[in-house]
Each structure stands twice: as C-alpha cells, then as structure tokens.
C-alpha cells in the first residue's frame, strides 16, 4: 500500500524532473505568477515541485537524524534501540490501546491511549521555504473510550527554520504549538495546523493561549472536531487564532470527523492494536512561496489517499512574512480524556521547483538576534544547502562577498540531504550608515565530473536607524599644593576629556575644543560605537582673575564628531568641571607704638602700622582710622588706597599725651582697617597698642651752702634749698624743713601756688647759719633738709638733702734731691692732706686765681727748666711725679702743680736740687811711628782723651814698654830700640780724674832705617818731614727732631756719616744770647748716626755737634762741628 501511495503521489525520479525541465521557459513564466499565488489546487500537487522530506515511519527507526523525539513519541515497528547516526526515536515504552510491532504497517507514535501524556517530533533540519512547500500526511487519533470527543489532537506546525527546534511548545489544549501561563510556545512558530478533537486550540481563553494577540479574529471558544491554524509566536506572546473549519468532503462538502471512536469490543480493541486505514485521515497542507504566503489546508476522510481525493477545507494568507526556511514538527497530548494519536507517511515537496542545488541564506536565529543591526554588531549567517537532486552531491562550498569564511560541517550530500552552513558578518562604519545590508551567496558542488550551481540566496539584514550621539565626561584634578582643597592662584587643573560615542554609528573627526585650555591631544580621533578616547591638554594656571570672580573655576569644554555618511551628521557635546576656588578677602593690621622719651605732657607716641593684605583677592579703598591721630601713609606699592594680594603699606601716626593719660598710666588707642574685595562686603582688621606710662612720683632735693668750708668761726654760711618735682604728677602739700639749731628762717619761693609743684617746677628756699667756735674744733658742720610731698595717688614721701662744711688746710710745698743724671719720684700730694682728696691734679692751669703755695708761679704753674717731669693724674699712683734733670746740671730746678677742689684752687711749689756725679774718663789709643836706632818721638797720650765732667783735669800713668823708653810728664818721649828691630810696640796707660781711671795703648811702629845709596853717582836728595795729614772734613749735624716718649721731652740728633770714622763724639750746650758751655752728651760708636738725647729741661733751647775720631798714625781729633740749635722743646704737659 506504501508503493502505491509514493506512485499516487507522483514522486519525481531525477530522470522525471530532467524530462520535465526543458518545458518551455515561456509557459513556465506564465504559470509562475499563478503558482506562487494560490499554490496547487485540491486535485493535484505541482508538477514542478521538488522532493524535500519523505519519512513514512514504518521501519524500526528513522535515518535522518534531524528528526527528534520529544517526550513519550517512539516508532511502533521498533523493538530495539535506533542505530548510531539515526534519529532518537525508538522503541515505545507504554502501548496502551496503540499499534504493536507485529502490526501490518509502522506508525510514529505520540501517544498512546493513556491520560496525560504527550509526545511529538520535531524536524530540526532547515527546509527552504522559498518554493514553497507542501506537506502531505496521515494522522491517526481514536479510543475505545466512549462518551467523550477525545484528548486533546495533533498538532502540525512550522517554525522558523534559523531557529533551534529541539522542543514543543505548552502540551494539552496548546497541542503543542502555542504557549500557556507556565510554558512557551513553539521557538519561532510560524504556522501551527491544530486537528484539534477536543476544541481548545480555539479557546485563546484557555490558560493563556493566544496571549498579546489582538481582538480579532475572534477565536470561538472551545469547538470540538475542528481543524484550527494559528499565526506566528514567541515564548509566551503570540501564537494568535487565524481559522477554524469543520472537517469535510465532497461537494458539496459534508462534515467529516477527525478522530475515530472504536467499539469496546475485542475486535475493536485488536483493530486498535493494528489499526485499518479508516481510522486514519489524511491531512495536506500547503504554503505558497509568496513572501506573504497563502496557505491551503486539505482533508481525506481516510488515510491514503491521493491528493486529488482530498478536500479543501480552509485557505487564508499569511499577514506575517515567511522565514527563509522552515522546520516542522508533530505534537499531541491528553488529558483527563484520551485518544491514540499515530503520524505516518509524511512527504515534503516545494510547490515551485528548486533545481538541482538549493541555497538559502539567512539569519541564524537560534539565539535571540535584535530587531535591526548597529554597527560592529555581529549577524550571524546560516547557508542552507539542499541536495534536491536524486544523486549525490560533492565538494559543497557556499561563496559569499561580504562573508570570506562560510563554515559547512559537511561537504557532500546524499539526495535529499541538506546542510547548515554558517559564517558572520560585522556591520562596519560605513554599513551602519546605509541603511540597510543586502548580502548574496551561491553554493556550489559536484556531481560526478559536472560542476552545480544553485541559486544565488539573497538576505537584507535590517540596519539599525544611525543615531549618532556624543557624550563628554570632563574632569579637572586640582594640584592642591596647599591641601586646602580650594584652587589658588599659582595652583594648576588639569582637565580630563572623555569623548564617548553613545550612538549605534562610528563618529570620525571627534575633536575637543576649550575655551580655558589650549593643545589638547589627540587633534582629532574617531570613536567606535561604544567606545570612547581620552583627551588631555597642558594644565590650566589659576590666575588671580578666576579667584577675584568670586565664583567656582567652571569650565565648559566642546566635542564635536561626524557620521561616517555621505551627508555626515554632526553631533556635539558639553561637559562643565567645576572646580571650587578659595576666594577668601583679609586684611592684617599690625600696630606698635612707642613713648618717644619720657612720660610727660606733650611727649608723642609714635605709631607705626603695617597693613597687609593677607587675604587672596586684591583691595581696594583700603584705609587706616585712628581716633587718636591723623595717619600719614608710606608708600603705596601699587596704586594708593589699593593693595594686592600679600602686599603691604605701612604708615605712622603721632600722639602728644595730656596729664590725664599719663595720670591714668597707659594710652590704650585702637585702630581700624578697611579694605573692598572684588566683591561682597567690605573686610576690616582691627589693631590695638596699649603703651604704658610710667608714673613717677619724685622731687630732687638739693642743700647747698657758701661757703663750702670754712678756717675759724663767725663765718656766714648761707644755706640754699632747691626742690624740683622730677616726676611726671603734679605734687601738693609741698613744704621744706631743716632741724638745724641757730638756723634762720627758711624762706621759699614758689613758682606758682603755694605748696603746689606740677612736672618740672622748681620751690627754691635760703637760709643763713653763722659758724662758731665748737664748730671749728668739730672740724665739720653738717646737717640735714627734708622736703615733703603728696602725690595725686597714694601716700605723700619725703626726699632729704644734706651738706657738710669743713675746716680745710692749703696744700704743702715739695723739696726733694737728685743726682746728676739720675731720676727721682716724688708722691707731691703725699703732705697735703683733706684737700688733695678728691681733688683735680695737674700739671696745667686750673683757675685764673689759684692760691699760690711755697712761692709756686700764678696763674700757670711753673715748668723745670733744668730737666723735665712726668706726672700720674689718675688712678692708685695719682700725685706721683718723676724729675729727670738733663745730663750735665747740677744745681736747683723747681716745678709746680695745681690742685682744685671744692675747697679751692692751689699752685704749689715743688724744688729739686741736682747734686753733681762724676763720670769716668773715656781714653782713646794712641799711634806713633819711630826709625829704629833712630830720632826719639814725643807722644801726648792725653790729647785726644775726654771726660764728660766740666771742669777736670786728667792724669795718666804708662807703664813700661817692652822695646826702647818711655819717659813722661804731662806728655811722653820714647826712645826707640837699636839693633835693627822693627816691628810695634804696644803701651799701656791709664788715664785718671782723681776718682775714675780708663786704661788705653800707645802702639809705637818702629820701621827700619832709610837705605843707603849705593852705585849710584847721579841721584837728587830729598828732605822734610813726614806729613802726618790734615784733618779737612767734619760731619753735619741735621736740624734735630723734638718729640714727647714715655711722657717727657726727648730731642732726635742725626748726622752723617764719615769714612774712616772709629768713633763719635756728641756735645750739647743750652743755646741763647750767652750760651751755655760744651758738654758731652756721648760717645755713639763708629757706625752710629743718631741719637736720641732725653735729657734736656722743659721750655729751654739748646745747640747739639759731633766730633768723628779721624785717626791715622797719631791721635788727633778733627775739628768739631757747626753747632745745630733745636726749637724750644715743648713743656712737660705737651707730652
């Protein structure tokens, strides 16, 4: 029976299909439109239709693989499981009432009889739907049951073939198919065909069924024996009712059943188990390849039979667009009620011819995909490749311009066979913007040694509307050197921008602009969906101009980006950082002031002031008040009245205290500072300086009286009392007192009101004492004054004054002795008693009219003229004179000194007397020349010895010589050796002044005798005495040099030197109209030429020469030379 119904079906042999394609393209033309619009008629199916899916289920299993149990659905011819590679469909578990695998044909069990069960199967393999498709099939549901209209139907359905079809949708009145409150409908239904027995396939009322599906058509409840279809859905939207007729047949129709209900009999029940043809119904349905397709469902009251018996009992058009490809299922289920429910002989065909190699290409839905596609979005692709053709096909490849890798998991195909190729495609930029993705592929293969070419497949991917948007995120970090966490001027931002392309297309040339900022980076940059780029710039220096605002630091930053576009769109975008400032205005006033002197009316405090503007905003109108002075400013920094940030003025101000400040004691002044900020209200600072005031309550007292001492009694002693208020308040109750017996009245004199002394004003008083006997004896009359005050606080106080006469003796005049050339010191203020204590000592005038003592010189006391004097004024020596006379004096030299105190003023007379010393002799060798044998010499050993003492005569003594004789007086003659001898001889002598000796030589050289002329005859004689030279030069003596060391007059005597010089010697008179004798001073050595004389008196001139000792072969002494005068030497107290 299954042979006759593949031959009613007219199943085409590829050799069928190739006699049938060279049909004239004309007719096929003109056929098409009518094809591919009402589809095939009840009589016939499509000559040119293409063999998809043939499966009867008769056999023990099913080969192709895509077909899938769902739930209890098996085979009922198998007995074992199905083999690898085949479908899962199997052996049946429970058989209640359903075919056993001994019966004559195989079915595709969904259920068996029993309640509550349910069962289907799914062809998860993509057919394409292009050419349409008709789908021709037997479907079996009866029970023994009576009483009922059976449970619940079998469902057809076709879904979407890009989606997964591995499950039914909700079980029971859903059939299936549509969705429930609990369970999803179908994935990607389509198309849902209900033979529905029962009658719930109509009731969208039912348990959600239908649910978000519009009014109408309105479905009409629950209708039993219907065959009902429902349109496209989701999970739990969708699946909405389009139809329901009445099975029927014949013409005119006659309502049929699609359900048969078998009698309760053991015949009846073993039909069940092996059920006739009757108890099936054979069910087509076909889908135009319209892309709104029509569709045409047909009923045979029977299983078996041919098309063209077959009547049709609904035809709608589809409002939905159909899916490039389709897959299809079975399903049913049962309740409470119950039918066997068996599918078999199941054959799908396109309504249009496919060709040889079918491609279909679409969107790969077998995970949830968008509505459209934005760029850089993924479509995914599948490549449908069907083997139509009766032979097998090799070297499958699918070639697609847009998509380089189309993965195909094989490559050969059996006919019939089919394959899911899959690739992808991104949207680029320049996709996004077009507005849509049209994309076209071919597949290709091989049949034996011939190439195939399918048909190309063409998707158009909806492109998402471009909506390009920009967004800008700006940010500013504050390098807060400070921490205060507030911008300050000098503090830097640095400013973030962060471009981000919220919108569905690429924006190129997305630049930042910034008003504050200059050189941001990048330029430009362009920005996927999605994506973003980061932008900087160099950081931005607060400036005192943002902190003077008064306002936060806000910026507003600009970005800008195009759509990739032929006709770009531009899209911007703002973002304001706002950074918070410092702005805080202040002034410091610092103030000092100080009481210049002291605390008396009159006197000025001086204030200096120091004015900064500590704040960080600049100032102006800014001033000082001062309510006790006028202030004068220094100078500005800048404009006057106005100071920038941390600058500075100062300024002074003076204030002359009243009595009233300084009886209150301080001078509390307070001074005020104003400055105007940028904005807001004025700042002030306030500076305050107490400065204290010495109080003093005081008098200065003073008792003199005159005279000051006294010698015998009866003298008047006026007595003189002085108050003077030396404080800075004003004093009353003033009065002076003195206890002294036999003093007068004391008599004051004020200067204002009696007993009343303000600051400064003096009360003077006298009175008069007449000394007596008693008081001379006392040797002292003293006694004390008091004077008595109150001041204007606290308890009056009293100073006292005192004074003390004496009776005072005149100073004693000196007399010492000293040595010639020596010094002497004496105390000269040793014996003058009470009046040298605390009195001035000098040697100079101390008054006009001193008192003379001891016949000492008036005014000027006298000055030595015979020596000098040096005297100690001051300290533990004070008084103490050392005298030096000069050199040569002997006799009597005075000086004088004068004292002064308050007892008076003395010249006193001071008298030295110089007693002589005698010095030694100075002897100088002498030289002789004699002939031996010859004449004798005379020799004057004295003639060129000295003795420094005026007045002495010298002696010598010589000894013996060792050759020849010596015979002296007051000179010598020697009378040389015979014998031939030459050669000196030497002499001693000692030279005396009666009390000194100094001992010298006489060297005689005793040369030979003259030679006799011999063998001469003319010769010339000479005679005359040996020349024993003259003495032509002498030295000079340079203007000599007076000056003061160690306090006493010295005089610097220099002359020249003399070749062949052994020695010098200096004299020294007093110079004047008689001059004094010739002295020596000294005998400088031979290379001397200077000296310095320090015994010369005070006030006196002198005359100073120098001898050189110029000695050949005798003794003689060169002349002297001219005498040099000195000026006056300076007095004692010059030096």
Known sequence: MAAVRASQRRLIDPGHRASRRPIALTLVLALLAAVLTIGPTATQRADAATLLVQESFGGTSVPDSAWQMLDSACLTKAATAPPAGASNLGVCTNRTASPTTAADLGYLQLTDNRTNSKGGAVLNRAIPATGGIDVLFDQYQYSTATGNNGADGIGFFLTDGSRSLTAAGAPGGSLGYGQSNTVDGVNGGYLGIGLDAFGNFSNSSLLGLGAGCPALPLSPGQVANRIVARGPGQARVGYCYIDGKAPAVGTPPVTSTLRTAVPATSTGTAAALNPPMSYGRTIRVTVSPAAFPVVTVFFGATAGLPAAQLTQVMQFTMTTAAPPTYKLGFTASTGGSTDTHLIRNVTVSTVNDLGALNLVKQIDRTTAQPVSYAEGQTIPYQFVVTNTSLAGITNIAVSDPKIPVVTCPVTSLASLASVTCTGSKVVTAAEAVAGSLVNTATATGRSG????????????????????????????????????????????????????????????????????????????AQIAPGGQATFTSAPYTVTQADINANTALTNTATVSGRTLAATPTTVTATSTATTPIRYAPGLTLTKDGTLSGTAVVGARINYSFTLTNSGNVPLTAVSIADPRAAVTYGTWPGTANTLGVGLSVTATASYAITQADIDAGSVLNTATATGTPTSGAAVTSTASKTVVLTRTNDLAFTKTANPSFISAAGTVITYTFGATNTGNTTLTSVAISDPKAGLSTITPTWPGTAGRLTPGQIVTATATYTTTAADVTAGTIANTATVTATPPTGAAFTRTASVAITVVPDPVADAVTVVQGGSVVIDVLANDGAVATGATFSRAQLSATPKSIGGAASPAPATPVQGSVTCVDTGATRGQCTYRPIAAYVGTDVFDYALQSTYGTWNVRVTVTVTA???????????????????????????????????????????????????????????????????????????????????????????????????????????????????????????????????????????????????????????????????????????????????????????????????????????????????????????
């Not at 002789?928 to 007045?951: F, K, Q, R, W, Y």
């Open 449 to 524: 040694t011939t190439t195939i070419t399918s048909n190309t497949s063409t998707v158009t991917a909806p492109i998402t509307t471009p909506a390009p948007v920009i967004t800008l995120a700006k940010t500013g970090a504050l390098a807060d050197t400070n921490g205060n966490t507030r911008a300050d001027v000098g503090e830097t931002v640095t400013y973030s921008f962060v471009a981000r392309n919220t919108g569905n297309v690429t924006l190129t040339g997305v630049a930042v602009t910034d008003p504050k900022v200059a050189g941001i980076t990048p330029t430009t």
């Open 917 to 1135: 010393v005698n010095h030694a002799p100075v002897a100088r060798a002498d030289r002789a020349v004699a002939i031996t044998g010859g004449a004798l010499v005379a020799i004057s050993p004295l003639a060129n010895d000295t003795d420094e003492d005026a007045g002495t005569t010298l002696t010598f003594t010589a000894q013996t010589p060792a050759r020849g004789t010596l015979s002296c007086t007051t000179t010598c003659t020697y009378t040389p050796p015979g014998g031939g001898f030459t050669g000196p001889v030497v002499i001693a002598y000692t030279a005396s002044d009666g009390a000194l000796t100094a001992a010298s030589t006489i060297t005689v050289s005793v040369d030979p005798q003259p030679l006799t002329r011999r063998g001469f005859s003319d010769t010339a004689a000479t005679s005359g005495a040996v020349s024993l030279g003259t003495w032509t030069r002498s030295a000079v003596v340079a203007t000599p040099v007076a000056s003061c060391t160690a306090n006493r007059p010295t005089v610097l005597v220099s002359w020249a030197a003399v070749p062949g010089t052994t020695g010098w010697t200096l004299e020294r008179r007093t110079s004047g109209t008689t001059p004094g004798p010739w002295t020596v001073v000294a005998t400088p050595i031979a290379s001397a030429t200077s000296f310095t004389d320090d015994r010369v008196g005070e006030g006196r001139g002198y005359q100073w020469r120098i001898r050189p000792d110029l000695q050949r072969w005798l003794g003689v002494a060169s002349p002297a030379s001219t005498a040099v005068t000195t000026p006056a030497v300076v007095s004692a107290r010059g030096c």
